[in-house]
């Protein structure tokens, strides 16, 4: 097999597309660089001494482990000198983070969830790092959160690793989605699957089971009838997966297909749901689509909404489109 390094992928792309400017390149191998650096700390685990926690907490009062604070250092680090950013945003940091005077400034934005999965990473169950590219607006002078706030669908770029069994990058920039697994020993990322696909149907579903009790109407309904199965309204079986790191989740959902759900509900309704808008949902719904899936709230496409603050929230039912189409037609009903 001819393989393909994730820069010969970048370089070709740019030549027949022309969507992948030098700028970007840089910072998508920048992160790529950063995620090998971070696939080698999980690696490690207990040997590292990068299990735990850190005894303190992040903006959304969530304890942090010791691997989520080392994350978002390394691709804090990696991403600050390349010349191709404006300013990073992290789930871990309550501000966004400008590139510091000393190095020069690009003209990208770069959000990231440098560990998603926390739960997992005691465990020894897969984990990842999603991110997200924006433009800086132009003729912007110092970057406030307000330049952030642009919709999923002004993104550039979108990709995950999950360390899973083998770590991958999967990753888009508009033009379908990729995906490269990391060759451990030569410690490069080689082209494995071109042009993912979500099958449009499925029969499997994602979602937090133990929160049934606190769900709205359309999501109960929904769920009720796929439990149901050869004798329900759907009349057919259905099958659930959970493996609370989103990242797992959406990496099955893109090799075979799947609805994964993370709803709001009615504990807390300051709080619309549990991922997040900049981070995760929209990185997330821009793969997704890509890949022929779709990715709603229940009621709009999650990448036409207008963010309004860095950590907000947002219900997420993504994946295979029909079983999206039919989840959302019932929050519409
Ligand atoms: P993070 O570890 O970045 O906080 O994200 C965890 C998220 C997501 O990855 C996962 O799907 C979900 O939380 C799991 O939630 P439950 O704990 O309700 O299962
Ligand atoms: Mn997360
Ligand atoms: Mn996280």
Redesign the pocket.
């Known amino acids: 097999m001819k393989r393909i390094s994730l820069t010969q992928y970048l370089v070709e792309e740019q030549r027949q597309h022309n969507s992948i400017p030098a700028e970007l390149r840089l910072l998508i191998e920048v992160v790529a660089r950063a995620c090998k650096t971070i696939s080698h700390a999980v690696g490690k685990g207990a040997l590292g001494e990068v299990l735990g926690t850190a005894e303190t907490e992040n903006i ?1 009062g ?1 304890v942090q482990k010791k691997l ?1 604070i080392i994350s978002n250092e390394i691709l804090l680090e990696a991403n600050e000198w390349g010349g191709h950013l404006a300013a990073m945003a992290s ?1 871990e940091m309550e501000s966004i983070h400008p590139i510091p005077n000393r190095y020069p400034k690009g003209e990208y934005m770069l959000l990231f ?1 440098p ?6 990473i005691d465990v020894n169950v897969s ?2 790092t ?1 991110f997200s590219v924006l433009k800086a607006p132009e003729g912007m002078a110092q970057p406030t959160e307000a330049d952030f706030m642009q919709p999923g669908t002004q993104q550039v770029a979108a990709g995950y690793a999950v360390y899973g069994p083998q770590t991958m990058l999967v990753l888009t920039t508009g033009n379908g989605v990729n995906c490269f697994t990391l060759d451990r020993e030569m410690g490069s990322w080689v082209l494995t699957q071109r042009n993912m696909q979500i099958p449009a149907k499925t029969k499997e579903f994602a979602i ?1 089971m ?2 049934a009790r606190h769900w709205h109407p359309p999501v109960k309904r929904y769920i009720d009838e796929l439990l149901a199965g050869e004798t329900g309204p759907r009349g057919t079986n259905f099958n659930m997966r ?8 959406v990496h099955r959902i893109l090799n075979r297909g799947g609805v ?1 759900m ?1 709803p709001a509900d009615l504990r807390d309704t300051s709080m619309p749901g ?3 808008l900049m981070y ?1 949902a929209n990185p997330m719904a821009f793969i997704v689509e890509q890949a022929g899936g779709a990715a709603t709230d229940g009621k709009q496409r999650i990448m036409d909404i207008q963010p309004h603050k860095l950590h907000q929230r947002v219900p997420v039912f993504l994946g295979s489109r029909d079983e999206v189409a039919v989840v959302t037609s019932y929050h519409q009903a």
């Open positions: 959304q969530e989520d789930e969830d560990l998603d999965g926390s739960s997992n984990i990842g999603i937090n133990s929160n959970w493996i609370a790191s989103m990242v797992a989740d994964f993370y549990k991922l997040r995760e």
